[in-house]
Every structure is written in C-alpha cells, then in structure tokens.
C-alpha cells in the first residue's frame, strides 16, 4: 500500500506520499476546502487507498483524519515522541514541515502503526460539547477572580461577562442532557455510569465522551488513557518514586477528581481500597489518584458489561 505522511499544523498541513522511493509532495490549507483538495490529489496521483500516518496534534488534526477515513483510506495517529523517536533513529538534522512529514511517511513504511477508528459522530459531538464547557466554566472561574479585586469602574463589565457565561453555561448543560437522551446507545451507557456511587451526571458525559473516542481492550488501558497508571523510573543504582505518569488525557484526569473524592466517602468499592492504602501508610493524594483510576476501571467495567454497578463483582 502507498503511504502519506502529513504533518498538521494550524492553518495548513504538508504532505509526502511516498510512491516507490520517490516523494511527491503538496501544502494545503487546513479547511474544509483544503482537505477535499488533497483527497482529490490523493486520488490523481496514487489511485487508491493509502495508509497515511499524522501526529496526534488534537483538533488541528482531527478534521483531515476523519475526512480521509471517510474516503477509504487507511489512517494512523501517532504520538508525537514516536515520529521524534524515530526521527532520531534516521539521523534527520533539519526539522521542517516538509521534512517531518517525510519521515511520518518513512515511519508509516517501516513500522505500518495500527489503523485508528474515530468514534461514532454521536460521541464525537458529545465530546465538542462537554469540552466546551470545561472552556466555559474556566473563563467563568477567571472572571470570578478578577471581580474579586476589580476597581470600581470595570466592576458592571465582569459582571455582565459573569452573567452571559452562567447563562451559556446552563444552556451548554441542557444540551449535553439533551443530546445524550436522543442517542439510545447514549442514555444507556449514562444510566450504566450513573449507578457507580461517586458518578454524577456531568462525569457521565466526560466518561461517555472520552472513553468512547477510544476503542480500549482492557481497564488499563483505559487508566493509561487518563495518565492514571504509574510511571516507573529506574536506572542503574538509580531509582526514583513511582509516579502517576499525567502522559493522557488531562480533561479526563480532571474531571474524575471531585467524583473519587466522593467516591472514597459513599463507593464501598473505592473506601475500601482508600483503606488498605491508608493502613500501608500512603500519602493522602496517592489514595486519590488510586480511588480516580479505581473509578476508571469500575466505569470500564460496567460499561463493557452492560449490568449496573455491583459491588461484589466490582470488588471480584
């Protein structure tokens, strides 16, 4: 199969297709028209499906990879300390666009990385939403804080800027409810998650979102996932504390923190685990970041499932 790397950035992306050991190469915007010119290009100049490699740059490159799944090529994300890794291994000592996306294409021919599959558009639409309101209720809370110590004269403007993010906040709220009732497989999973002691209704909607954008074979990979899993160093003599490794998803990781604090209090499941490592002499945010990915694990569980929270089989 003919490989394209494309190295994505905020208003254009480069790409290298790779035909025998010659490349041809092409700039597009990155818009709409942009992405429908370079499968039309793909198309001309290939004459099939390709496997295409770009870094996982988030939104920048989100577009142009569902785009060309949807047109029958084959699409593979890759993490960004990957195509550097191998970079290095080339010996590449110029970095360019062009050069990168040279080498996301060499990868891609030597390494053939597993294809990626985007969610469903339910769940991708879900998932813009609820990130919209994690941004919202942010700029609500640096409001907040400058009305705090705001002089006299700029006091009504934060307050009418207060007000308009409390009102688009309730909105945003609504819709996510909304939105999540329309799709049945949606609602499901919601009552699912929401039978976990500690489980709200907003964590249900982060969890619905965020793990579904990933196709996940076990519960760990899932911890992984939300950089819940710890991260051992040791070298030589040398050996440092294990630590969570915080390499995932930081929305996710945020949004489970209140949730475990509750759950240590009400989830059997979760107490129980707080008080084993409490006995061992473990520092309070150990426990929390433990009851976080305990809470990860349960949720994966009960969605795999499909049966509600049981707390004998959650603790199994």
Known sequence: MIVLG?????????CALLLGE???????????????????????????????CIEATGP??????????D????????NPARSRAFAQSLGARSKTDAVDARILARLCQALNPEPWMPAPRSVRELQELVRRLDALIQMHTQETNRLGSAHERVRGYIEE???????????????????????????????????????????CAWLIAELNAKRFVCARSAAAFSG????????GSLQRKARLSK??????????????????????????LAQRLS????????????????????????????????????GA
């Open 6 to 14: 494309i190295d994505i950035a905020k208003r254009k992306f480069d």
């Open 22 to 52: 010659r490349f041809r190469t092409k700039v597009f915007e990155n818009n709409s028209s942009g992405i429908e010119l370079c499968v039309n290009w793909i198309a001309r100049h290939a004459g099939g499906s390709v496997h295409a």
């Open 60 to 69: 920048y490159a989100q577009a142009v990879a569902e785009t060309l799944f």
């Open 71 to 78: 047109a029958g090529h084959r699409v593979s994300l890759i």
């Open 161 to 203: 800027s207060i007000a308009f993010l409390e009102r688009a906040i309730r909105e945003i709220k609504q819709a996510i409810n909304q939105h999540i009732d329309l799709h049945p497989d949606l609602r499901t999973q919601r009552d699912l998650l929401q039978s976990i002691p500690g489980v709200g209704v907003a964590t």
């Open 228 to 235: 819940l899993t710890p991260a051992h160093w040791l070298s």
């Open 247 to 272: 390499h995932g998803n930081a929305q996710l990781r945020k949004a489970l923190y209140w949730p475990a604090i509750t759950a240590l209090r009400c989830n059997p499941i979760v107490r129980a």
């Open 279 to 314: 006995a061992r002499g473990k520092h309070k945010m150990v426990i929390v970041a433990a009851a976080m990915r305990k809470l990860i694990h349960i949720a994966f569980g009960v969605l795999k499932s499909g049966k509600p929270f049981n707390p004998t089989l959650a």
